[in-house]
């Protein structure tokens, strides 16, 4: 069951994102960016990377989160298909990330998102948990 | 739904009054077809969110192709003062001097249309294009500081092409004041195996004919004539840009509350242009400019490379030449009369082109009478414009253009509607050889989703700010 859904933006790729807790919310949207760019039942044979982030509000600290995973398979070729969020505070992220190196015998790729914008972006508390909306720049 | 009213100004003009605290109005170039499309858009929104930047000159522009980007709309142009203005990374976007090239032949589609899927077949396989494609130059760090700083110059002098391709190039291929110790290990790292590459989503190569001719003089002067075969190649940066501009994006996000400028989007960040983070990034960006110009260089000698070999035709036989290279996503220092005096701006051209007019310093010599070629790429199906730069762009446009159809259509909504259809099969019934290594992008692209590149054109035309040349029709394109 996929914890997000594609927002209709006309040059871009939106997606609205759903998590029990925060900590869920900033996992599946990591999850959901990469579900994005490659098929993910591709990935399994998973080693693990720790990542700390920090940002000034949580918006900006779901950005800069984003932006790290994306750069570990922009820049260093790594996929990645699970996340668990270790510890969530107003200013800091640490995530174990959970993937493999990009093989392109073995993954099939389906989208470049060049980057992650800061453009409609919202993180949101609703009765049934938490709902967050991110544009990326395809 | 925008609740922002628009008032007519001419048939190819609407004025977006000045409320609240925006610094100048709005004009958007659109007749009332186009401003039909515009409605269900956020991009009158973005349009208004740019007048709200300081130091912002005369008008927040947007040009016909307008659409719902991030931070500016893309078909943005607006213009900022040296002392009182901004630069914005997000008003250049993530694909630095994302930009078009147009390459002319001696070949006539009479000649060569049973070649075509040879040629096709040849370019597919040797252009890297797609998802993740790297290219065949790996360069060192040291050859990568000078692509970085020399631009399409290093590309020419790698052995890439020919001195007189860098005439018809904008800039020379070579932006002035790139300084390669602004640019991040990260965006270095990223450019090393990308450079010669296409890339994907809705960049392309296609070949195409010169279907009908508006201009002869003009015409003339580009070389261009009626069933000549012309290929246009669509890339950019690469990810080496799409880093520099999230490297300053982060930066200036985090310094936004000490400039106490007040954003209606977080994705306009932007600095000073007289402080040092503003030069910084426009030394980075201007790196990220002459990669790209390397990058349509190499894919150009490539091209010529692979019609040379499937064609067995000499160079001289081939004559393959540059009309031109546009960048169609930038911020530069240009001169125009503000208040009857000429002042230098910082332009922010953000899906648009560059359109100056006859006797313009910045036009190449060749084309000096007539101004300078505007190169306008639209769908798969459609082909593309070559329009030329008029006076009028220079008074009321920053001497700036559309720079192409401007999507209509979601990349969702394209794949849904072609949902059960073969793209590549509707366009092959109409011509068009399509090859891409990923057919969600052809659905994503297909011709539908974008506006009809006619009409786009035809508000510049009328509106005087850059007059039809030339249509060209896609015989075949690859895509990533």
Known sequence: ?138 | MSEIKLERIDDNRLLLPQTGKMKVPGIIYANEKIYQLLKGDESTKQVANVAHLPGIVNYSLAMPDVHWGYGFPIGGVAAFDLESGIVSPGGVGYDINCGCRLIATNLSFADVKDRISDLTTALYQHIPSGVGSTGSVKLSGKDQKKVLEEGAKWAVKAGFGLTEDLEATEDSGAMTGADSDHVSARALERGKQQLGTLGSGNHFLEIEVVQEIFDEAAAQAFGLRKGQIVIMIHSGSRGLGYQICDDYLALMVKHMQETKIELPDRQLACAYLNTTRGQNYLAAMACGANYAWANRQLLMHHTREIFEKTLRMAPRELGMRLVYDVCHNIAKIEEFKIQGKMKKLCVHRKGATRAFPAGHDAVPERYKSVGQPVLIPGDMGTGSFVLVGQEKAMEETFGSACHGAGRVMSRTQATKVSQGRSISRELADQGVLVMASSKGTLREEMPEAYKNLQDVVQVMHEAGIAKKVARLKAVACIKG
């Open chain 1, 1 to 138: 069951m996929k914890s997000y859904k594609l927002l209709n933006h006309t040059a871009d790729i939106g997606i609205e994102v759903w998590g029990k807790t925060k900590k869920e919310l900033f996992a599946n949207t990591v999850e959901s960016m990469f579900d994005l760019i490659v098929d993910l039942t591709g990935i399994n044979n998973v080693n693990e990377k720790v990542v700390a982030i920090k940002g000034a509000d949580a918006e900006d600290l779901l950005v800069n989160f984003l932006r790290e995973a994306l750069y570990l398979f922009n820049g260093k070729r790594w996929l990645v298909k699970k996340c668990k969020i270790l510890e969530l505070t107003a200013g800091q992220i640490v995530a174990q990330l959970q993937g493999e190196p990009y093989d392109s015998d073995k993954h099939q790729l389906k989208k470049e998102i060049k980057a992650v914008t800061y453009h409609g972006l919202s993180i949101k508390k609703t009765a049934r948990g938490w709902k967050g909306k991110v544009i990326f720049d395809v």
